[in-house]
């Protein structure tokens, strides 16, 4: 069996090891993985404890420290000037770095492609290289904001903060430095008018999921996200570089969603339940809500109660009116704990209704077949049904992916709703 483990100062609250116990138990493969910590006077003699393990990961502040000491090193952990991962190959330690590559992933994860478009890194620190390269790898325009006694960094064009403030803008903006990270979760590096400015913002930090950092970027009206996926996506790129095998982004998604779920059970986070109208959400909501001893929302007779208007009426000032409204009502309900949300059925169709649900809970699409639906469903009282069960088929062809990119899991509703109330508390699990 082989053995791995993370070196590190401190480790009271690393993540590696369940994200390594998960990867190994999803692949039916034996492995150990565990914790080591290094005093700084211990880390520069540690070459023979290193070498007791197939693999190390390796985390702050020792990511430079461990350099020395390795007897060889990867072209990109050599430029980047930090090492977050050790291979040992016959008692040779070699040396890569998995940052860029979990970096790139939660890019792509959320779909987001900068080739050719500015991108802003706000910090100077070893997260911010890592970053800095990816991105100049995948072809963007870069450059980064420091403070004036921070580090210059070779071959990169910076800024100043004040400089940013005043006029700076782009595509992507990406939090590199620590503010926000638990248990200072309410620091921030800039102000939600600079991120007014951008279209997408992208924090590396992972706890709190929504830092203040994403949540003024949603109210700012980005897309935006935090780091969790890019940590377990370069958790994942230390197991392919251990195993020599290529890094598979369907080995990624299971982890990071059962990493959410339980981060939500433990810190008060929402269920919010997604899916076509009358595919039940309302009716598992009231039954999940009552199984976990949580209020129940539906969003759409909250929407109705705070803008003191029907949905009709709404819709008679244009759809718009109506996805406006909604957006306010999600970003109230983000800011909730321990709810079980029933969405509206074309929540999904804006990305920051999406970010909001995903940064505050874990979202549950709810499957049901339209020929289920059509059976029961009344269309007069729907304004985007006037068309009949036709609209309804062609409603959910065009938001049917929206559905399944958007949740984190998919349950299956087309037995009784008490199956459907079994299939979701399988998964809470």
Known sequence: MNKYCVIGEKLPHTMSPQIHSMFFKSMGIEGE????????????????????????????????????????????????????????????????????????????????DVKGRKAVVLGSGGAAKSVLYALTIMGADVIYVRRDEDEELSGYSYITYPQLEKNGGGYLIVNTTPLGMYPHTESCAVSEQTLSRFTVAADVVYNPVMTEFVRRALNAGCHAFSGLYMLVAQGVGSQSIWRGEEIQTQDIDPIYNALLRDYFAENGGNIYLTGIMSCGKSTLGKMLAKALDRQFVDADEYITQTAGMSIPDMFAKGEEYFRSNETRAMKELAGRRNLVVAAGGGAVTRQINCDLMRSSGIVIYVNRSVE?????????????????????????????????????????????????LENILEILK
């Open 33 to 112: 993985y565990g914790v080591r910590e290094f005093s700084r006077e211990e880390i520069a003699g540690a070459r023979g404890e290193l070498e007791k393990y197939d693999g190390v990961n390796v985390t702050v502040p020792y990511k430079q420290t461990v350099m020395p000491i390795l007897d060889e090193i990867s072209d990109e952990a050599r430029h980047i000037g930090a090492v977050n991962t050790i291979k040992n190959v016959g008692g040779r330690l070699i040396g890569y770095n998995t940052d860029p590559y979990g970096f790139s992933a939660m890019l792509r994860k959320n779909g987001v």
């Open 372 to 420: 289920n639906i059509v059976k029961d469903v009344d269309c007069s009282g729907r304004p985007l049904l006037s068309g009949g069960a036709d609209r309804l088929y062609s409603i959910f062809a065009a938001r049917k992916a929206m559905y399944e990119e958007s949740a984190h899991y998919i349950v299956d509703n087309n037995g009784g709703a008490e199956q459907g």
